[in-house]
C-alpha cells in the first residue's frame, strides 16, 4: 500500500513472504493534492470487495500534519476497521525524532508520525539482533548455509534497532561509558543520525504546535482504552508502537535481502542480492502475519489491538514476563510457548543539538530526552510495554494458534 512504486513494491514483497500463500495487491495513485497511497485506500474502502489486510509504510510527524490531516487520516483508518480490514503502519526510521526525519542532528524535540498514531490501526516498530553485541553470534548462527540458504540455529535475543551514537548498547561495544557528555561517544565520533525504529506518545495530533516544534496548543490522541498492559504509561495518550519486528540495516551485520527484479533477473544466491532495512519491512511482514490469522480464522479482524493486547497482558501480567524476556542473561532463549517475545535490552534514543528535549551536559552534541536538565533517553526498553518496542515481537505460530 503506498503512493510511490519502490516503497509499496517492497510492501508487496514482505507481505508476500509473511504469508506466501496470500494474493498481494499494489494499491497506489498519482496525485498532486494528497497523499496517493490515502486516495487508494479511500477507493479501497469504498469499493465492493475491501481486502482484510492493508500495509501503509509511509509517515510524516503529527505537528506537520496539523489537526485536519490527522484528523483525516485517524477517520480513513477507523472507516477501514468498521469494514473488517487491519491496518497495518509503519512507525517510522526517525527514532523519537520524527520532525527531523532522519537528520544528522535533531533540533525539534520528540515526536512521531501522525500516519501511525491513530487509535483504529497497529503501530509496527523495529528491532534488531543482539548476538553481536552480546557476543554470542556463535550461539545462533551456523558457520555455513543449509541447501535452501538457512543460517539461523533458532530465534536469538533482541534490541532496538537504532545506529545512533546515543544507542547506549552501541556507545558501551565501543569503550564509551555513556554516550553523551564531552567524553561521551556523541562527541568522540560516534555517528550522528536519527535512523532508528520509531516510538513516543502522540503529542500533536490536535492543536497547532510552531516551528516543527511540540509546543502551542498541541495534544495528543486520548488513550484507547484497549491500550493496557504492564509497562503501559499512564499519560493518558495514544502510545505507539504496538508491536515490532526485525528491521536492521545493517550496523551489527544483520539486514534483510530481497529481490528486486526492477533492473534484471535475481540470481539463485541471495548473498548476491540488495539489502536493506526499515520499518518499511516490518509493517507488511506483520500484515503478512495477519494474513495467516484471517485464512486461519477465516474471517477478517479488523483492529487486531484489543486483542494484540490482550493475549500480551495474559503473557506479562502485571510484572512482567522473565520467561519470555527476548533479551534475559539467564537464558539463551525465551520459552518456546511463549507469543510475544519481551525486548528488555538497549533503547532507540538519537543523538541531538538545541534546547528541545535534548541532553546536553557538555560537548555539542546532546541525546534526546525527555528532560534537558537529566538524563532520560528517549527511549529505554522495559519490562512489558515500552516505547521502544511496544509489546515486542512474535512467536508467528503461537499468535496464530492462540487468536481467539
Known sequence: MGGAEDEA?????????????????????????????????????????????????????????????????????????????????????????????????PSHGISISGWQSTAFNTSVGGTDFADTFLGTSKKFWNKTNTANFGSAKSYMPEM???????????????????????????????????????????????????????????????????????????????DTPDVSLMAANGLWGHYYVFCDTSGGTCGSDPSTWPGAGGTSFASPIWAGFMALIVHAKGASQGLVNPTLYSLANDEYGKKGSKACDSSSKKTSKPNTTCIFYDVTLGDNDVNCVGTVNCYLPSGTAGVLSTSDATYDPAYATGKGYDFATGIGTVNVANLVNAWP
Request: proline content about 7%; charged content about 15%.
Open 9 to 105: 513494491n517492497l510492501d508487496a514483497q514482505w507481505a508476500s513472504a509473511g504469508a506466501p500463500s496470500a494474493a498481494i495487491v499494489l494499491a497506489s495513485c498519482r496525485d498532486t493534492t494528497q497523499f496517493g497511497g490515502f486516495l487508494a485506500l479511500e477507493n479501497i474502502v469504498n469499493g465492493a470487495s475491501p481486502p482484510p489486510v492493508v500495509s501503509i509504510s509511509y509517515g510524516t510527524g503529527e505537528e506537520a500534519d496539523g489537526q485536519t490531516e490527522n484528523q483525516f487520516i485517524s477517520s480513513l483508518y477507523q472507516q477501514a476497521s468498521s469494514e473488517g480490514i487491519s491496518v497495518f503502519v509503519s512507525s517510522g526510521d526517525e527514532g523519537s525524532a520524527e520532525n527531523d526525519r532522519r537528520g544528522a542532528n
Open 160 to 238: 532496538p534497532w537504532d545506529d545512533s551514537c546515543a544507542n547506549v548498547p552501541l556507545s558501551t561495544f565501543k569503550g564509551f561509558a555513556t554516550p553523551y557528555g564531552s567524553a561521551g561517544y556523541c562527541n568522540n565520533g560516534g555517528p550522528h543520525s536519527s535512523v532508528a525504529g520509531s516510538g513516543g506518545p502522540s503529542n500533536c495530533a490536535t492543536g497547532v504546535g510552531t516551528g516543527g516544534l511540540i509546543n502551542g496548543t498541541c495534544a495528543g490522541w486520548p488513550k484507547p482504552s484497549w491500550q493496557k498492559l504492564f509497562g503501559v504509561p499512564k499519560d493518558n495518550v495514544r
